[in-house]
């Protein structure tokens, strides 16, 4: 049974998005977001920006910068963070602890979303398909493909109408939500100590820890 | 970058937390209602699990990368599931799934010939043809049973009752496991693993930097993945 390994690889999150492939050589024009009915040409606008800049030979801070540029309009990481703590746990932190969760959250997820892009950016093998956009209420999903070599990995961009236009609010990879995720560890933390044992665990720099 | 009110656009609720409502398909079970029976069991499978990856098996692939180029590799991983295809199309059958079925069918006739015995994977290729691939967990799952409790096997992994169950049956369909010699039949296996480990240097230290309680979220993203793949 393969499905640990699958489960691991395909799961490889953010980074898939930088699995760069050849066939796009076209620039970064920011599609007029808030006019679009489909943030689907948005997406794929991000997303070879980003591949763009993966190809340059800037050094990888800059790199990080300019990716940050891009798509931190975009990724709606504060809402994620609230998501990921989810509507019981949320009222239990005060504004504080709230600012705090936050801050540290999105770091999280910065430094991990960096980490695979190094990771990731020799790759040039990988075919990206952008399939139809499915409406789920008033918020749109758009599933994207990535076929590399060794894998496909089945992603979905999940994306809500913000006040700034669309904006993602979740991202799947072969059915694993980032938010779904981070909610089960949260409020395992949770059941188990404080909220500031939370904001401590969050503090830690991203990397491997014991189970137990 | 603070979240300033993400849901302005919505109508505020009047709670503290208001927009939850917008995005109620997070809303699913809490831990604390998962029946995990064997959790004490299952967190130290899932630490063994860990060093084991990362202490012997890793390594070996590691090593094994350095001698046998990756289109090697590629190739013998390939080889591997071609073998799986009885696995594959009996499953695909019980789910009555049959275009998935007789795609998976001329992959087989195509690539066991064309593709010489599955080392190359021409029905992909030219003719566009992909892989469905099935288990018997799955078909369960497909007719309503329920994953049941977690379970971690031992170096496969995190697992439940019915899809460790579904290991049985589809042992039955996978040609290794009809190997007279039992040692070269695990041989074979391990074999089969550090090869497709070797493609995937690095990818679980990464995959792993993402989680607080590393059982909890392998256990979890186990549960999405399997779900989205019965629904599939």
New interface residues.
Partial sequence: MRHLVSVLILSLFLGCLFLAPPAFAQSAGDAPAQAQMDPKPLLKSKIDAVLDILKTDMPDAEKRREIEKLIDPVLNYGLMGKLALGPENWPKLSEQQRQVFIERFVDRLKASYFDKISMYQGNSEARITYKDSRTEGNKVHVPVVVAAADSTVNMVYKFFQSDSGWQVYDVEINGVSIVQSYRSQFNQVLARGSVDDLINELKKPVEPKKTQ | ????S????TEPAP???D??G??D????K???EIFDPLSGYN?AM??F??KAYLWVLEPTASGYAMVIPVVAR?SV?RFFRNLGYPVRVVNNVLQLKGRPAAEETFRFLINTTAGIAGLFDPAQKWFGLEAHPE?FGQTLGRYGVGGGFPIV?PF????NLR?AIG?IP?GYLYPIDYLDNTYVAVGITVYERIN??S??L?????????????????????E??????IRE
Wanted: glycine fraction near 6%; charge should be negative; charged fraction near 40%.
């Fill in positions: 970058m603070l979240p300033d993400p849901d302005g656009t709670e503290s937390f927009g939850f917008e995005f398909e997070f809303a699913e809490k831990d604390a967190r899932t630490t699990n860990d590629r991983n288990d096997l496969l992994g995190p697992s899809d290991l589809d497709f480990i493609l995937r690095g990818e679980y230290e990464e995959l792993k930097k993402d989680a607080l309680d590393l059982y909890i979220f392998l256990r979890d993203a186990y999405q993945n399997r779900k989205k793949e």
